[in-house]
């Protein structure tokens, strides 16, 4: 790969090679796995030498202050690139590589030192400044944002050239690119056990929570928010917004403070990032995007979906165009909600995040719903971990969506311990429609199209109607007119989205489509409302109907849509998008923690744009169904918000604790969970602990809790640097005493890793009693080939509060075993209570 690669690449990224060998890019985010080309053996944040075939590209770089040299050229590349190779300044130089120029100037996040500050500057804010200014940078014109209360730094728009100089500093504790994120793209409260069947009229616990839920607040880190959405109403009896809330609606286009109520109390918006990029790319968007409200005002949608999914208001008569009828309404419906609007042109900046992150501690939210992510990375690279951590410091809660990257393994984002990551599984709910074929056969799949149907008349079928095979996927400008007119046309999910798939073969003049599942989503199936006539089937129908229409001498099909079907068997089902463990950065703590509902999910949606998101798309609904990780985020986030009303003095961790010891691991026909990647059997490493059962997180009995100063000695285990936990916990640390193992960790499910010349892992664990006088006795199950010994194996708890430590030890009977994984259980029941552990075990090779 040479130097001219990086003109391939259509965004803010390095040029890579993806699994199938086609020329991709790497995103500017830090990241920490292995590199598959050679000149990248190493993570791309590391001062590590840079390939020299690269540097000559630097040459072509802009510069436009006239402090650099006369030739508006880096002046020393040309003749001393191999010199100038291993300076980590040109590492950052070539992070910014993007559209076949690079980005001279380039946002950074800039972690300080709190113990340099000197006792001259009275705010944090004021020694950034003059820490800026005493090297030569002026504030004024390079400093976005100025952080204190989620981490000790700053975001600043800089030059190559300042980066050795800021390296040098003694108060800085380390730099790193400003990471660029992306979102993680009715029914739910009723599966949930959260809205009352209108059969039952008996009063449940989860009932009286509502209304203690009233003085929580939650913040939705997003892409902003329609406030004119009914879910934004406010509910009969809601009382004044408490005193202790100090956020903000800020005015903006097309957003007036009056458009805030005693529902959505607060919005705000953070661009400077976001500007910073565009101003890089030269234009007032990012890589071409749509217009951007400067403003609060959510144009995407995807903000007012999770915010409504979280705290929205009961709205009666709901649906999407007629799909999925009935009450749409959030998990919390008493909590408060505040839009905090970090995402623009679906991209998320980790300098405008870090800003919404700070604005919404210091307003006085209890819950953070986050419905985006990246890639992995070490925990002080990972803006997310840091701005979470600090607040979990704070008593925050803080759900995070973990990606929508699976079935494969080690596919997770936001997998740090103080973070509850939130998989996805289906609802009892199905939006099934169906593709007759010529030869008389019949296959289900879903679809969500409410336009005229095709009748009941067999039209022709066709499969990769195009000159090339990528016309099988049906990716714009592939498809021949004259080839698929009228035509049933058959169309391979992937690359690129599924409803731009429709609207591709609409535009070519086809009659309907059905979209097809590969091996990568297996038997998964996603309803969409596109704008034509179309079923999506999975992967097992899709073959059948591939080697139909490529054999049959005159194939012919025609599709036909069945509505809302309710009582769907099996459910919950693991989404196959659902990305999965085990943890890449920390294989030690299992992840995700749970599962919430993420497919087909019914909620608010933006004035903007219409149902599929296509400019082409002029319907306008209320209300919204999408699918994605990020719709199973907020409902954890309003479960949250319940929790922490029926018991305010829990801390983060426990409440985490409750959700993930009662979470169940079987469906609705009392077999284990399924995965719909193959329809297999699931494990803890695609769902965690299980899927959360609300009612049963309200009295768990026992809790497993972790204070601060315990993760501090986590991230030591992980044998992190004193400045790298100084920039993540914002406070002097001696890592004395450090944890032994990072899986040593309370945390409430185990991860067990044998290396390669050790077969015992022994762990120790510190539980709460949070429910009546009681004796627990432990149970274990998991696989034969590991010994597990729980010491006491009862435990007596005398009053509430009273804490007892039990020790776990865990042998591998082969010692050799070179590589695997299994899966087990230790449970600890009482007469009331059953309080679950997740095992996963992995053997190094």
């Known amino acids: 790969m040479g130097a001219n690669d990086f003109k391939s690449c259509p965004c803010s990224r390095l040029p890579d090679r993806d699994s199938a060998g086609d020329l ?108 800026l200014q005493s090297l030569a940078i002026d504030p004024d014109r390079h400093l976005l944002y100025a952080y204190s209360d989620v981490l000790h730094g700053f975001a600043a728009s800089l030059l190559p050239h300042h980066l050795p100089v800021l390296s040098s500093s003694p108060a800085i504790l380390h730099i790193q690119p400003d990471p660029v994120l992306r979102l993680h793209t009715t029914r739910s409260p009723q599966f949930l056990g959260l809205a009352s069947d209108a059969a039952s009229a008996l009063p449940r616990p989860i009932d009286a929570v509502e209304a203690a839920s009233r003085d929580v607040f939650i913040a939705v880190l997003d892409t902003g928010v329609w406030p004119e959405a009914p879910s934004f109403s406010v509910p009969a009896g809601l009382p004044e917004v408490p005193s202790r809330w100090r956020g903000a609606c800020e005015a903006g286009v097309d957003f007036s403070p009056s458009l805030c109520n005693r529902k959505l109390v607060g919005a705000r918006s953070f661009a400077r990032g976001f500007r910073a990029a565009a101003a890089a790319a030269g234009d007032g968007n990012v890589k071409g995007k749509p217009k951007e409200y400067q403003s609060p005002r959510d144009r995407d949608g995807h903000g007012t979906h999770t915010a409504s999914t979280a705290a929205g208001s009961a709205v009666a008569n709901a649906s999407l165009l007629g799909y999925a009828a009935g009450t749409a309404r959030g998990m919390a419906t008493a909590a408060r909600v505040a839009a905090y609007k970090v995402c623009w042109a679906s991209s998320c900046f980790g300098s405008d995040i870090l800003a919404g992150i700070e604005a919404a501690i210091v307003d006085g939210a209890d819950v953070l719903s986050l419905s985006l992510g990246g890639g992995s990375a070490p925990y002080f690279h990972d803006i997310i971990a840091i701005g979470a951590f600090a607040a979990a410091d704070r008593g925050i809660f803080v759900a995070c969506s973990a990606g929508n990257s699976g079935p494969g393994p080690a596919t997770l984002a936001n997998g740090a311990p103080w973070i509850a990551t939130v998989g996805a599984g289906t609802l009892d709910r199905d939006f099934p429609a169906y593709a007759r074929l010529g030869n008389g056969a019949k296959y289900t799949g879903v679809s969500l199209y409410s336009g005229k149907g095709m009748g009941k ?13 990528a016309s099988k996927l049906c990716l714009a400008g592939t498809l021949n007119p004259a080839q698929v007119h009228g035509k049933l046309v058959l169309c391979d999910r992937g690359v690129s989205a599924r409803v731009e798939k429709g609207a591709v073969v609409k535009a070519a003049g086809g009659a309907g489509m059905i979209l097809a599942n590969t091996a990568a989503n297996g038997e998964e199936l996603v309803a969409d409302s596109h704008l034509l006539p179309a079923v999506a089937v999975g992967k097992k129908e899709g073959d059948l109907i591939r080697s139909y229409i490529t054999t049959d001498a005159k194939p012919r099909g025609v599709l036909a849509f069945g509505g809302t079907v309710l009582g769907v068997r099996p459910s919950p089902v693991v989404a196959a998008f659902s990305s999965r463990g085990p943890n890449p950065v920390s294989p030690e ?226 010692r050799g075993k070179s590589s695997g994984e299994a899966f087990g259980r230790i449970t600890w029941t009482s007469k009331q209570h059953k309080v679950q552990s997740p095992v996963a075990y992995a053997w190094k090779k």
Not at 457 to 469: H, Q
Not at 629 to 654: E, V
């Open 24 to 131: 991709c890019c790497l995103p500017v985010a830090p990241v920490h796995y292995p590199l598959p080309v050679a000149d990248f053996h190493t993570p791309v944040f590391l001062a590590q030498p840079i390939p020299t075939a690269l540097i000559p590209s630097l040459a072509s770089c802009s510069w436009p202050w006239s402090s650099l040299s006369s030739s508006r050229t880096f002046p020393a590349i040309a003749s001393t690139a191999a010199a100038m190779a291993s300076i980590a300044a040109l590492v950052f130089v070539l992070l910014s590589f993007a559209s076949g120029f690079v980005f001279c100037n380039q946002t950074y996040i800039v972690y300080m030192d709190p113990a340099r500050r000197p006792a001259v500057h009275p705010t944090h804010d004021a020694w950034y400044a003059a820490h």
């Open 457 to 469: 008349k067999l039209i022709p079928a066709v499969y990769g109607a195009g000159s090339t095979n």
């Open 589 to 814: 703590i299992l992840k995700p923690d749970f599962i919430g509902p993420g497919v087909n999910i019914l909620a608010g949606w933006s004035g903007e744009p219409g149902p599929t998101g296509l400019p082409k798309d002029r319907r306008r609904t209320q209300f919204n169904i999408m699918s994605g990780t990020s719709m199973s985020c907020p409902h954890i986030s309003g479960i949250a918000a319940l929790l922490k009303g029926a018991h305010p003095d829990w801390s983060p961790a426990a409440i985490k604790s409750a959700l993930m010891t009662t979470a169940y691991y079987v469906d609705n026909t009392r077999s284990p969970l399924r995965d719909a990647a193959g329809g297999s059997f699931a494990t803890p490493f695609a769902y965690g602990a299980g899927h959360v059962d609300p009612e049963k997180a309200l009295s768990p009995g026992l809790i497993y809790d972790i204070a601060t100063d315990d993760y501090i000695s986590f991230l030591c285990s992980l044998n992190y640097t004193i400045p790298h936990i100084k920039a993540i916990a914002k406070r002097n640390v001696t890592c004395l005493p450090r944890l032994s193992n990072p899986g040593n960790l309370n945390y409430p499910s185990y991860s067990v890793v044998f290396e390669k010349k050790s077969r015992v892992v022994k762990y120790t664990r510190e539980v709460t009693n949070v429910g009546p006088a009681s004796t627990y006795e432990v149970k274990v199950s998991g696989p034969d080939d590991v010994v597990v010994t729980v010491r006491p194996t009862h435990l007596v708890f005398e009053s509430v509060d009273q804490k007892l430590k039990y020790s776990v030890t865990f042998v591998s009977k082969e």
